[in-house]
């Protein structure tokens, strides 16, 4: 079974608005990773959280981790149409493998 | 610097037949890692190789799929007998390896496997 589940499974809005997509999972983490994937650059990391940490930045990207509640988000600000492409979380438990879920597909009209 | 490398990008082939997928990983990424992708659905863990250690085989769908990694660099996925249902995205992702915590994963372009 995925151990991450990515909400909503398609989002679409409009370039300028801020887009949120969320990821729950089951199991105790040591880290979650967020990757997002387009038929241009394939699948290409985004961030990574830590479990002992609570909220990260990365130019317009903001991702938070609930580990009380197994749930993260992602929040894109000032969105772009280049930002179109589907958004995976990954969850790492132990020190080997990540486990993914099957994706936000987020559209971004112009 | 270059970037995790598949080939073939594309191969069909006829249910029965054997495939060879190959993959370079990026130099001094000592962790590869298969997973497999279809149409519209999440990343599938395939298998996993940290340096000379034992392969973590555990996301093998079955023992048509074998995987082997010469000389700690590139790695060969070999599924034997196709069928229909082994169709998908086949990708290959390296990563610093090592006892910590997962690093993140660079990924390769992957190769789309379609039996006929």
């Known amino acids: 079974s995925q151990q991450g589940e990515e909400d909503p499974q398609a989002l679409s809005i409009q370039e300028g608005e801020n887009a949120t997509m969320n990821c729950s999972y089951k199991t105790s983490i040591n880290n979650l990773q967020w990757y997002r994937q387009n038929s241009g650059r394939g699948l290409v990391h985004l961030i990574l959280i830590r479990s002992n940490e609570r909220e990260k930045h990365s130019g317009r990207l903001r991702v938070t981790l609930d580990t009380s509640k197994k749930s993260s988000s992602l929040l894109i600000t000032a969105s772009r149409a280049a930002d179109t492409a589907s958004y995976f979380c990954a969850t790492g438990i132990g020190y080997s493998t990540l486990t993914f879920g099957k994706g936000t597909m987020l559209l971004v009209s112009p | 610097g270059a970037g995790v490398s598949q080939s073939p990008s594309n191969k069909v082939t006829e249910k029965g037949k054997d495939v060879e997928l190959r993959c370079d990983p990026i130099?001094?990424?000592?962790?590869l890692y298969w997973y497999r992708q279809s149409l519209g659905q999440g990343l599938e863990f395939l298998i996993y190789f940290q340096g000379n250690s034992a392969p973590d085989k555990s996301g093998l769908p079955s023992d048509r799929f074998s995987a082997e990694r010469t000389g700690g660099s590139v790695s060969t996925l070999t599924i034997q007998r196709t069928q229909q249902e082994d169709s998908a995205v086949y990708l290959c992702?390296?990563?610093?390896?090592?006892?910590?915590?997962?690093?993140?994963?660079?990924f390769g372009p992957g190769t789309r496997l379609t039996v006929t």
């Open positions: 130099s001094g990424h000592t962790a």
């Open positions: 992702a390296s990563s610093l390896g090592g006892a910590g915590p997962i690093y993140e994963q660079y």
